[in-house]
């Protein structure tokens, strides 16, 4: 059993930066690959990012946020962080974090098992 929770969301304007974290309880945290979606009013959830298990050698991104969002993790920290740069108000949705019984990453919401609550982020214009 894991347990997810993401902090770091709030309010930023368009431009702006924000890195949310997601803490996991479990011992095993660094055999799990890990995931990033995001679900704006009225949208189904989307892929934002994902990393992959162990030495984490694997990333991918959604085409939107390639090259603006990194996504990373410290297995000693049972921490995965996604950096957001030159955020738009597209990027405005709740951001959730999400754990993959696999060192292998999905970017499929069902090929996820665990997930947190989730943060919202909000960019203004």
């Known amino acids: 059993q894991v347990q997810l929770v993401e902090s770091g969301g709030g309010l930023v304007q368009a431009g702006g930066s924000l890195r949310l974290s997601c803490a996991a309880s479990g011992r095993t945290f660094g055999s799990y690959a890990m995931g990033w979606f995001r679900q704006a009013p009225g949208k189904e959830r989307e892929f934002v990012a994902a990393?992959?298990?162990?030495?984490?050698?694997?990333?991918y991104y959604a085409v939107s946020v390639k090259g603006r969002f990194i996504i990373s993790r410290s297995n000693a920290k049972n921490t995965v962080y996604l950096q957001m740069n030159s955020l738009t108000p597209e990027d405005t949705a709740v951001y959730y974090c999400?754990?993959?019984?696999?060192?292998?990453?999905?970017?499929?919401?069902?090929?996820?098992?665990?997930w947190g609550p989730g943060t919202q982020v909000t960019v203004s214009s």
């Open positions: 999400a754990a993959r019984s696999s060192v292998g990453v999905s970017t499929i919401a069902n090929g996820y098992v665990y």
């Open positions: 990393i992959g298990g162990r030495t984490a050698g694997s990333t």
